[in-house]
Nanobody, 118 residues
Framework: QVHLVESGGGLVQPGGSLRLSCAAS?????????MGWYRQAPGKQREFVAT???????YYLDSVKGRFTISRDNAKNTLYLQMNSLKPEDTAVYSC???????????WGQGTQVTVSS
């Protein structure tokens, strides 16, 4: 059974930083899975934030490029999202996603709230 558990969200002032973590069990995030972060702000649809492929390539939403960094620790089977220079518009529930590159099966975590406010 696959479980993705996010942590690291919270309240931060504009310009601050947070690091989100997504601990995975039931899969190996570095073998055959594209791992990603998505977010959903109140009243808006969920949007893609960043992804890292099984080969290590990374892709970002334009508005977070240069501020956010996605990475993974294979030994800990954990995905990260380092978020710097946070803006109020980054406020959302951030969720971790894993997609099996062969089957297309997708798994989601429960999400963690990030609030950027003074």
């Amino acid at each position: 059974q696959v479980h993705l558990v996010e942590s690291g969200g919270g309240l931060v002032q504009p310009g601050g930083s947070l690091r989100l973590s997504c601990a995975a069990s039931g899969i190996s995030i570095y073998a055959g899975y594209a791992m990603g972060w998505y977010r959903q702000a109140p009243g808006k649809q969920r949007e893609f934030v960043a992804t890292i492929t099984s080969g290590g390539s990374t892709y970002y939403l334009d508005s977070v490029k240069g501020r956010f960094t996605i990475s993974r620790d294979n030994a800990k089977n954990t995905l990260y999202l380092q978020m710097n220079s946070l803006k109020p518009e980054d406020t959302a529930v951030y969720s971790c996603n894993a997609v099996n590159s062969r089957s297309g099966l997708s798994y989601w975590g429960q999400g963690t709230q990030v609030t950027v406010s003074s």
